[in-house]
């Protein structure tokens, strides 16, 4: 029996030795209670039935402090028009409004709809836009593409079917006597996780441009867009460079990652970083010839 019910059936007791003594006075005197304390239970049976008998909290809430509807509705109004605003910066632009507020009711605004960190609160920007279907205004636009921005440099991408984005990256391997320099190309499409290398003796744009015409059956896979650093491989004038007039002739998109950030193209580099600690020790070791260096392409399925 919990509590609620004890306190119940108790008061229900009161009233039911009554009706048996015949004699309110008597079975209050009988239970130990004032006759107002019964008058007070009949009255709450008659009012709300058994429901009535439940104990009330008397505490009343305490909302003296919390502001007005109105202007909760203009601070979620706001948060959705500058989502990267914070709690500072929109009580200071209200204010300016003639709309009086501290950050700290920002904040609590903030708290009750959790919108407290900024990715929530773009996040409710993506929802509203997504079910609206309105136009969204310049401010909020740049909010979105600036947090997409951001994701991509901690190595955050949406791909959505394989080609969708494709990862490119050239991989230093080592100096071998005889051969000279060997490079790597890396490759990894970023939504099966099938990943290729291909091993070169310079880094060059026709070798950026071989490794994609090699290793990715354009034909079989529709290659959307490539995603690659900002090397003298990848970069040039369509009309001088071969690696971006291959791409132009396959109707390939190319995306640079951000400058000083590998995370950016963190799938690719989690890739060179899988084969330089399982292949290139014992490759490396290996320099008998250089035909195999030139020729043998690594196939990885992470």
């Known amino acids: 029996m919990t509590q609620q019910q004890y306190i119940i059936n108790r008061k229900v007791n009161i009233v039911e030795l009554a009706q048996a003594l015949g004699n309110i006075s008597e079975a209050c005197r009988n239970l130990g209670v004032s006759r107002q304390h019964y008058y007070d239970i009949k009255s709450a049976i008659r009012e709300d039935g058994i429901e009535g008998l439940l104990e009330k909290s008397r505490k009343a809430p305490r909302i003296a402090n919390r502001i007005s509807p109105e202007i909760e509705t203009m601070i979620l109004d706001y948060s959705l028009e500058y989502p990267t605003h914070g709690q500072v910066r929109v009580a200071n632009e209200l204010k300016a409004k003639g709309i009086r507020i501290s950050d700290g009711g920002v904040r609590g ?41 951001e994701k991509q440099a901690h ?14 990256d050239t991989y230093y ?8 320099k060997i490079y790597q190309q890396t490759g990894i499409d970023t939504f099966s996780n099938m990943g290729f290398a291909k091993l070169y003796t310079d880094k060059t744009a026709i070798t950026a441009a071989d490794f994609l015409n090699d290793k990715v059956d354009l034909e079989q896979m529709k290659l959307l867009r490539v995603l690659t650093d900002r090397g003298t491989e990848y970069s040039g004038k369509i009309e001088q460079h071969l690696y971006q007039l291959f791409l132009h002739l396959n109707d390939i998109e190319r995306s640079r990652t951000k400058a000083y950030h590998l ?4 799938c690719a580099e989690r890739l060179n970083q899988i084969i330089q600690e399982e292949f290139t020790p014992s490759l490396l070791e290996n320099t008998s010839t250089s035909r195999s260096i030139k020729s043998k392409p690594t196939l990885i399925r992470l």
């Open 263 to 266: 995370q950016t193209n963190g």
């Open 155 to 168: 190595g955050e991408i949406e791909t959505f079917h394989p080609g969708f984005l494709f990862g490119q």
């Open 109 to 149: 605004v903030w708290a009750r709809h959790d919108l407290l960190r900024k990715p929530l609160r773009l996040k409710r920007l993506e929802k509203y836009s997504a079910e609206t279907r309105k136009v969204l205004t310049e401010a909020q636009v740049a909010a979105l593409e600036n947090a997409k921005e």
């Open 173 to 180: 391997v080592g100096y071998i006597k005889g051969v000279g």
